[in-house]
């Protein structure tokens, strides 16, 4: 099996379809954290419990919230922000991530490929979010 970081093809349809608001306010967003078995990429569609990592500490099935979005565009680039995410007191390994929207049947916006197996050991499980700049937001769109 194998995580590849991507936004989710179905994704982008969607954005077309008006499925998702970015907005504050707007759609809830998710992010739910995988093992090494699990299989997504581009092709990823929804949210998915297979190969999803156990409940521990603050985390359990479905991942946690993702607060303080924000939109926002310059030189042609739309980004989208989240504030870093935490699940405190967890004994966890995780290979990547699903950020999905759970107003919209659960479906998938991007895979998250941590480059190799994170782990925390009764302690916390930080998900730290990349500058909310053009060239690095961890949503862009051109």
């Not at 739910?32 to 078995?37: D, K, L, Q, V």
């Not at 699990?38 to 099935?61: H, K, M, Q, R, W």
């Amino acid at each position: 099996m194998a995580i590849s970081q991507a936004v989710c093809n179905s994704f982008k349809k969607e954005l077309l379809d008006g499925a998702h608001d970015f907005d504050t306010g707007g759609g809830t967003f998710k992010l739910a954290m995988y093992t090494s078995a699990a299989n997504l990429s581009a092709a990823t569609t929804t949210y998915t419990t297979t190969s999803e990592v156990g409940d521990s500490g603050a985390y359990a099935a479905g991942g946690g919230v993702l607060q303080s979005q924000q939109t926002s565009v310059a030189s042609g680039v739309a980004i989208v922000d989240f504030a870093n995410l935490s699940f405190t007191g967890v004994t966890i390994t995780a290979r990547g991530a699903v950020i999905y929207n759970s107003n919209a049947n659960k479906q998938a916006v991007a895979v998250l490929d941590f480059g190799s197996d994170k782990t925390a050991t009764s302690g916390t499980f930080t998900i730290q979010f990349p500058s909310f700049t053009t060239s690095a937001a961890i949503l862009r769109i051109s």
